[in-house]
């Protein structure tokens, strides 16, 4: 019996999240076939390439393939979150000569159902096999214009390269590889690198897939927000994901209290990744915080303003590592915002309360920084505002 070839990618610091995802694939695939799992890389300590390798089994070898040679000449504009590493799916058909089609998948994953049904589905003489990407309203999101203006492709023909069936035949054949690494030196407009480059190429030679084999996170973080009132249409939601993809600059590890990602911990609590996983989060909260507060202890007293992802994000972390004592924690709409691990006040009782420091928990930029000109204004010496980001 031939195995399934199933493929990764990874660099030394995504260690420990590629190995949740192999395991929770290993977890659900089926004992009356073979997998073989490859993971690519160029650089990695031989600690992590036994921990990796080690958790093959009977039915699931797992090896650790070094690409060195094939991408050290690669030029890639690496964008935002995203390393290097996510291009290394462009070698997989040099990389696999003796397969004519093969699985691809992200480290950012969990998988939920037997990928041999994946590796099962008939896409044809296509390059790909895809689930649609996610992209907001037309009219306001970032990655729509770029789909329309920059690849300037047709929005329906958009997929999300996290899950791949790869036709590795067809790639060879029509040189996909070889164009994509062509439009990723010639360009540096392409913010999602080999997605964006695998958009143009394949664009007219994809078979569309369920979604719930990639069941993108993106989704559902509206969801995350508890003032949120909306709906997720029933095109949107997914009732039995297969593959839960993680996609994004938000991860399960450093959010833990967003929906699904129980499914991450639940996968990472079963493997050698675990502590590390755990100290990691841990270690990445506590630099944050001293990064943002000083040399903080214990006798400091904050205030915080603002309650909305990030504000409960910052709150979370102060009380779990007890680095300095919330004060106070207040928000323009705070009476719609009383279920949290604190009472979140009106905005009038910070100018009553007594704070070394006042933390405005705001990404956006542009609405943090009115808030500090509200602050200077009401008399709060500017030494004692912080902003993130």
């Known amino acids: ?31 009356e076939k073979q997998y073989e799992v490859a993971i690519l890389y160029d650089k990695l300590s031989f600690q992590s390439i036994y921990r990796l390798e080690q958790l093959s089994t009977e039915h699931v070898y797992v090896r650790c393939v070094c690409v060195h040679e094939q991408v050290k000449e690669m030029k890639v504009q690496e964008y935002s979150h995203l390393t290097i ?67 300037k492709i047709d929005e329906s023909h958009f997929f999300n390269a996290g899950i791949l069936v790869m036709n590795l035949k067809a790639f060879r054949e029509n040189q996909v590889t070889e164009k994509c690494l062509s439009l990723l030196a010639e360009r540096n407009d392409l913010c999602f690198m080999d997605q ?17 084999w990639n069941y993108e996170w993106l989704f559902l973080l509206p969801l995350t927000d508890p003032s949120f009132c909306g709906e997720i249409s029933e095109s949107e939601f997914c009732k039995d994901p297969a593959i839960v993809h993680y996609d994004g600059m938000h991860k399960p590890w450093d959010y833990p209290e967003w929906i699904l990602a129980d499914r991450f911990w639940f996968y990472a609590r079963q493997t050698i990744f675990y502590e ?110 912080i902003q993130i980001g």
């Open 85 to 151: 590493a996510s291009a290394y799916r462009l070698v997989i058909p040099e990389i696999f000569k003796d397969y004519d089609k093969a699985i691809y998948l992200d480290s950012d994953i969990v998988v939920e159902a037997d990928v041999a049904k994946l590796y099962g589905i008939d896409i044809g003489d296509n390059f790909l096999g895809a689930v649609h990407g996610y992209f907001k309203e037309p009219n306001s999101d970032f990655l729509y214009k770029h789909i329309t203006e920059t690849l």
């Open 276 to 385: 590390e996983i755990l100290c990691t989060a841990q270690l990445q909260c506590a630099g944050e915080l001293i990064k943002l507060f000083g040399a903080a202890n214990k006798c400091r007293d904050i205030a915080v303003y603002g309650a909305g992802n990030a504000g409960r994000r910052y709150v979370s972390k102060i009380l779990s590592l007890k680095l300095c004592r919330i004060v106070v924690w207040v928000d323009q709409n705070y009476a719609e915002k009383q279920e949290y691990q604190l009472p979140v006040e009106n905005v009038e009782l910070l100018y009553q309360s007594q704070f070394n420091r006042v933390l405005i928990a705001i990404e956006d930029r542009s609405v943090s920084n009115e808030v500090k000109e509200m602050l200077l204004k009401r008399g709060i010496d500017e030494e004692k505002i």
């Open 196 to 212: 964006c480059a695998l958009n143009i190429v394949c664009e007219g030679k994809v078979e569309f897939l369920p979604k719930r």
């Open 1 to 31: 019996m031939k195995a399934i070839p199933i493929v990764f990618a990874t660099d030394e610091n995504y260690v420990p999240y590629c190995g949740v995802a192999v395991s929770s694939l290993i977890m659900n695939a089926s004992s």
